[in-house]
């Protein structure tokens, strides 16, 4: 059973590039997470997807960035017009659908996508 | 508001001895999960225990959950080299209007262990 791929798992862009992450979730698990790690700092939530839906984009900035979770296919975490401060390891997560209310499942991390910014 | 909050931010010790980390948080809290992230690789999940639990084993790791204190700890028994890692504790929210999938991290607690 493979876990959360993602891929690549370091791109190099030049500012103003655009970076595409993907992510494909573990197989039986309809919730992706994508987070964003700074050096020496922990995980910041970006945003919550389920297939074809956003329910959670809060921790997204509002400007060049965009995540899909597509009905067929990976999820994608797009940057458009990169930029250095975008510099981050970027890590996606799934979890299976939650049952009952109040409780959630563990999400089960990838190995992440480390993006350098020139 | 940082809502998990690991200490210490740095642990080393030898060998065989026991790691205890400390996290605290803010807010109510769903569920508090403990992760591990080796240097420059993903995390993996270690265990996570309900706002309900107040001890949980998983092989050579206990946690412990007070949320009277809002605190858990992560004890690690009979260190090995290989346990050398960051550790984090993530917690999910339960206020209302709270969203229990939106997990909040500490900056970590750096455990090395010599050999």
């Known amino acids: 059973n493979a876990g959360v791929m993602q891929n690549p798992r370091h791109l190099v862009r030049r500012r103003g590039q655009e970076a595409r992450l993907r992510c494909s979730p573990m197989?039986?698990?309809?919730?992706v997470y994508w987070y964003r790690q700074l050096p020496e700092e922990g995980l910041k939530f970006m945003v919550y997807?389920?297939?074809?839906?956003?329910?959670?984009e809060s921790g997204m900035p509002k400007e060049r960035f965009s995540a899909e979770f597509p009905k067929e296919g990976p999820s994608i975490l797009r940057i458009q017009q990169v930029v250095r401060g975008d510099s981050a390891a970027y890590f996606c997560?799934?979890?299976?659908?939650?049952?009952?209310?109040?409780?959630?499942?563990?999400?089960?991390f990838g190995p992440g996508t480390r993006l350098t910014v020139l | 508001s940082q809502q998990g909050e690991e200490d210490p931010q740095a642990l080393s010790i030898q060998e065989g001895e026991n790691a205890t980390m400390n996290c605290s948080y803010k807010?109510?809290?769903?569920?508090l999960q403990w992760y591990r992230q080796n240097s420059g690789r993903g995390l993996v999940h270690l265990i996570l225990i309900r706002s309900n639990e107040r001890e949980k084993h998983s092989g050579r790791l206990r946690v412990t959950l007070d949320t009277s204190k809002k605190s858990s700890s992560l004890l690690i028994t009979a260190s090995r080299a290989a346990d050398t890692a960051s550790y984090f504790c993530?917690?999910?929210?339960?206020?209302?209007?709270?969203?229990?999938?939106?997990?909040?991290f500490g900056k970590g607690t750096l455990l090395t262990v010599n050999p």
């Open positions: 993530a917690t999910d929210a339960s206020y209302s209007g709270g969203s229990n999938y939106k997990l909040t």
């Open positions: 997807l389920q297939k074809e839906n956003i329910i959670d």
């Open positions: 997560a799934s979890s299976p659908p939650m049952g009952g209310t109040g409780y959630s499942y563990e999400q089960f």
């Open positions: 197989k039986g698990h309809s919730h």
């Open positions: 807010t109510s809290i769903n569920n």
